[in-house]
């Protein structure tokens, strides 16, 4: 055997979990795609994210607010064995509310979600309240409030990953770039690994390969079923500070930046269209009417990975134990979870009982029934 567990993607993901297993004293191999490929880092917003997550899934939202809780300490350990930068605060987060409609429905949501879960962390904030919050800020004249998670943060994506990839390699794992898997065989007590860069044996293999994923898996009766949503973000141009508080669609990075997003397209192309830039601008200037002088620099597109009820699926082959995979759209707010929760839970065979209610399992209406 090459190692104890093999990683097939090399992402926020799958380095998330290769660095949990790492930190257990696991030997890793991670094997990670080309430089060109689709990767959630190059094109997420940064959303360390809690509010509204979950809305019809108390489990996902129950394991979101886990992993937000523990971003703090991970982000700690995590910097401490790569001595990387990672830019990363939690002061909360908002949803801008531009119509009463949006302001009660927002409301309503909250209340709903407080129901199902023990604790209340999302309030309202009406329009005064909001301006006292953000003195830098002078809203538009549609903004009539907006509702407060004080569990919600945000983080630079890009150098997260960098420093999961580094500290995997410090905790003595491997990562090996530009080698594309081709398949998986079972082979006595284990698999084997074919990629571009040679074949691989390990007693477990850990799929993580965003939408990709479920090619590699299909072969061998281990039905992960995904689907593409295209989102399209713009940035501006640096400015001086003036928001405090990341919100959904729109927050300031520690650069100076500010991030505008993201479209939900049910497209399968990399593309970026005007028209989307122009929705996505103007809802952004309803809000802040002084970023309209703020220039546009970039916009780009990337692809969520969705399964079919948008929560995530971390499961076990029946037929194969020892190969699992992994997926969800919510990479970086679930990393935490990924290196502490979920990770421990694969190899210690625990997977089923603590993360049932995301097994591939709950797709199957024969079984269910």
């Keep these: 055997m090459n190692s104890d567990i093999i990683v097939v993607g090399g992402g926020v993901v799958g380095a998330a979990l290769a660095y949990g297993f790492a930190k257990k004293g696991l030997s890793v191999l991670v094997l990670d795609g080309e430089d060109g490929d689709m990767r959630a880092a190059r094109a997420n917003f940064g959303l360390v994210w809690v509010q509204g997550k979950g809305a019809t899934a108390p489990a996902y939202h129950g394991l979101t607010r886990q992993s937000a809780d523990l971003w ?23 949803f801008y509310c531009l119509s009463d409609g949006e302001y009660e429905a927002r409301d309503a949501l909250n209340r709903r979600m407080h129901n199902q879960a023990a604790y209340a962390d999302t309030t309202m904030v009406e329009r005064r309240e909001l301006e006292r919050m953000m003195p830098a800020v002078t809203f538009g004249p549609d903004v009539v409030g907006a509702s407060y998670c004080r569990a919600d943060g945000h983080v630079n994506p890009l150098q997260l990953l960098a420093a999961l990839q580094q500290a995997i390699v410090a905790l003595g794992s491997r990562i090996l770039f530009r080698s594309t898997v081709g398949s998986i065989n079972p082979e006595g007590h284990g698999f084997v690994v074919n990629a571009m860069s040679g074949s691989f044996r390990a007693p477990r293999v850990v799929v993580a390969a965003g939408l990709a994923t479920p090619i590699l898996t299909e072969p061998l009766g281990f039905t992960i079923p995904l689907r593409s949503e295209r989102g399209q973000l713009l940035v501006t141009e640096r400015l001086a500070p003036i928001l405090p508080y990341p919100a959904s669609g729109l927050r300031q990075t520690a650069d100076g930046t500010v991030m505008i997003g ?6 399968t192309d990399r593309g970026v269209s005007v028209a989307s830039a122009t929705k996505l601008a103007l809802r952004a200037t309803r809000i802040i009417p002084a970023l309209s002088a703020a220039r546009l620099v970039r916009q780009w597109s990337g692809f969520r990975v969705m399964p079919p009820d948008g929560s995530p699926i971390y499961a076990q082959s029946e037929r194969y134990p020892g190969l699992f995979a992994a997926a969800c759209h919510s990479g970086v707010t679930l990393a935490a979870a990924h290196a502490a929760i979920v990770a421990p839970a694969m190899i210690s065979g625990r997977l089923s009982g603590d993360l049932a209610a995301f097994s591939n399992g709950r797709f199957d209406v024969q079984k269910c029934a």
Excluded at 72 to 87: I, K
Excluded at 262 to 267: F, L, Q, W
């Design 262 to 267: 993201a479209t939900k397209e049910d497209a």
């Design 72 to 94: 703090p300490a991970f982000l700690q350990e995590l910097t401490g064995s790569s001595e990387a930068r990672v830019d990363y605060t939690r002061p909360g987060g908002l």
